[in-house]
């Protein structure tokens, strides 16, 4: 089946330039052919992506929702008899309904799936074109799956913040993208387009997957059940002061260039300890542990604010006390205040780590826990 991309958004929003980004992250094997529906007598896009050695067929005069809906039919039929491509990139004129779009696909009585629903908005003209162009431009932002805000790079931190509220109000479930195009990996931009899955689901199947991630070990032998390899990361560890008939390394780490940030426990290992041991019962640290199909309560973040990582330290420090529920799991990517790599940032029950990373589409940050406090988290961030 022939998967059909759209990449909606209104006059000027920046929406050739995000097709040229996404064709950089495609599979090269790839066939694929892009629809410029240009408002006009002239097709000036098409020219220029006529570069990049895909095919192109124009529809000027007008645009898709209204008096091309049957010449697009047509120009979609023969565009994949023509061509066969893979994939077909729609870029439709500024001024259509995105949902009229939509239909007109749906309606062309052709073998194909609509894969890609993105909008691109003008971070800075976003309220400007809603007051002067509401039912036109609410129709773009409440129809996508995916909304790139563009021209981010000009904004303020507050402006943006104000912007993708703005966004939310309208559509609350579209993935937001704001960090510039420019800065992002193409193959990044088309997983995220593509709707791949999200840092909440991913948390949850691994918690599935490892039950926690412990393991039962007596404390009489030597262990290493929390022994890490890092290398250029910041980790933030429980400290133990054990006193133990034998060596142990139950949280040992060995690190290259790593700052490390302690909570102290005080242990005493002449007697076996299982204080990490999980059968889901009563087990002797005296919490309660359950399998992770039950997996308590979640809170995703999306934001586009920057962090120094002092700050990021300090919120993770919170997250591993009880002010906020029992926090079994977080894990997320932050924008950084002080370079332009990112915070990588993973915690699992108590012990927490930061590394430096590559852009992502947006600031993302997901906790997963036991009677967790969301909205205290969500302003946590």
Same mark, same amino acid.
């Given at each position: 089946?022939?998967?059909?991309?759209?990449?909606?958004?209104?006059? /000027?929003?920046?929406?050739?330039?995000?097709?040229? @980004?996404?064709?950089?992250?495609?599979?090269?094997? $790839?066939?694929?052919?892009?629809?410029?529906?240009?408002?006009?007598?002239?097709?000036?896009?098409?020219?220029?992506? #006529?570069?990049?050695?895909?095919?192109?067929?124009?529809?000027?005069? /007008?645009?898709?929702?209204?008096?091309?809906?049957?010449?697009?039919?047509?120009?979609?039929?023969?565009?994949?008899?023509?061509?066969?491509?893979?994939?077909?990139?729609?870029?439709?004129?500024?001024?259509?309904?995105?949902?009229?779009?939509?239909?007109?696909?749906?309606?062309?009585?052709?073998?194909?799936?609509?894969?890609?629903?993105?909008?691109?908005?003008?971070?800075?003209?976003?309220?400007?074109?809603? @007051?002067?162009?509401? $039912?036109?431009?609410?129709? &773009? *932002?409440?129809?996508?799956?995916?909304?790139?805000?563009?021209?981010?790079?000009?904004?303020?931190?507050?402006?943006?913040? !104000?912007?993708? =509220?703005?966004? #939310?109000?309208?559509?609350?479930?579209?993935?937001?993208?704001?960090?510039?195009?420019? &800065?992002?990996?193409?193959?990044?931009?088309?997983?995220?387009?593509?709707?791949?899955?999200?840092?909440?689901?991913?948390?949850?199947?691994?918690?599935?997957?490892?039950?926690?991630?412990?393991?039962?070990?007596?404390?009489?032998?030597?262990?290493?059940?929390? =022994?890490?390899? %890092? +290398?250029?990361? =910041?980790?933030?560890?429980?400290?133990?002061?054990?006193?133990?008939? $034998? =060596?142990?390394?139950?949280? !040992?780490?060995?690190?290259?260039?790593?700052?490390?940030?302690?909570?102290?426990? $005080?242990?005493? %290992?002449?007697?076996?300890?299982?204080?990490?041991?999980?059968?889901?019962?009563?087990?002797?640290?005296?919490?309660?542990?359950?399998?992770?199909?039950?997996?308590?309560?979640?809170?995703? *973040?999306?934001?586009?604010?920057? +962090?120094?990582?002092?700050?990021?330290?300090?919120?993770?420090?919170?997250?591993?006390?009880?002010?906020?529920?029992? *926090?079994?799991?977080?894990?997320?990517?932050?924008?950084?205040?002080?370079?332009?790599?990112?915070?990588?940032?993973?915690?699992?029950?108590?012990?927490?780590?930061?590394?430096?990373?590559?852009?992502?589409?947006?600031?993302?940050?997901?906790?997963?826990?036991? @009677?967790?406090?969301?909205?205290?988290? #969500?302003?946590?961030?």
């Amino acid at each position: 089946m022939i998967k059909v991309d759209i990449v909606s958004g209104f006059l /000027g929003a920046g929406k050739t330039t995000l097709i040229t @980004k996404l064709l950089s992250g495609l599979d090269k094997n $790839e066939k694929i052919a892009i629809i410029e529906n240009e408002f006009g007598e002239i097709g000036i896009d098409g020219a220029f992506l #006529k570069n990049s050695g895909i095919e192109i067929k124009e529809i000027n005069s /007008g645009c898709i929702c209204c008096s091309l809906v049957g010449n697009f039919a047509d120009s979609l039929k023969e565009l994949v008899e023509k061509y066969s491509p893979n994939r077909i990139i729609i870029e439709p004129s500024g001024v259509g309904k995105l949902s009229d779009v939509v239909k007109a696909i749906n309606g062309a009585g052709i073998d194909v799936k609509v894969n890609i629903v993105c909008t691109v908005v003008d971070g800075g003209k976003c309220k400007m074109y809603y @007051k002067n162009f509401g $039912e036109f431009y609410l129709d &773009q *932002i409440k129809e996508a799956s995916v909304i790139v805000i563009s021209k981010t790079e000009k904004l303020s931190e507050e402006k943006l913040i !104000e912007t993708c =509220e703005f966004i #939310k109000t309208y559509n609350p479930t579209a993935t937001l993208i704001t960090t510039p195009i420019s &800065q992002l990996d193409g193959k990044l931009l088309v997983e995220n387009l593509e709707d791949g899955i999200s840092l909440t689901e991913m948390l949850i199947a691994e918690l599935k997957k490892h039950e926690h991630g412990h393991h039962h070990h007596h404390h009489d032998e030597e262990c290493h059940c929390h =022994e890490h390899e %890092h +290398y250029h990361e =910041e980790c933030h560890c429980h400290e133990h002061e054990h006193e133990h008939d $034998e =060596e142990c390394h139950c949280h !040992e780490h060995e690190h290259e260039h790593v700052e490390c940030h302690c909570h102290d426990h $005080e242990h005493d %290992h002449d007697e076996e300890c299982h204080c990490h041991d999980h059968d889901h019962g009563e087990c002797c640290c005296g919490h309660h542990h359950h399998h992770a199909e039950e997996v308590f309560e979640s809170v995703a *973040i999306e934001t586009p604010k920057a +962090y120094s990582k002092d700050e990021l330290v300090a919120i993770l420090n919170k997250l591993c006390t009880e002010e906020f529920g029992t *926090i079994l799991r977080a894990k997320g990517m932050l924008k950084s205040s002080e370079s332009d790599l990112w915070h990588y940032f993973d915690l699992v029950a108590g012990d927490f780590e930061v590394r430096t990373g590559a852009p992502d589409v947006i600031g993302k940050a997901c906790v997963i826990g036991s @009677k967790i406090n969301k909205e205290e988290i #969500k302003k946590l961030f």
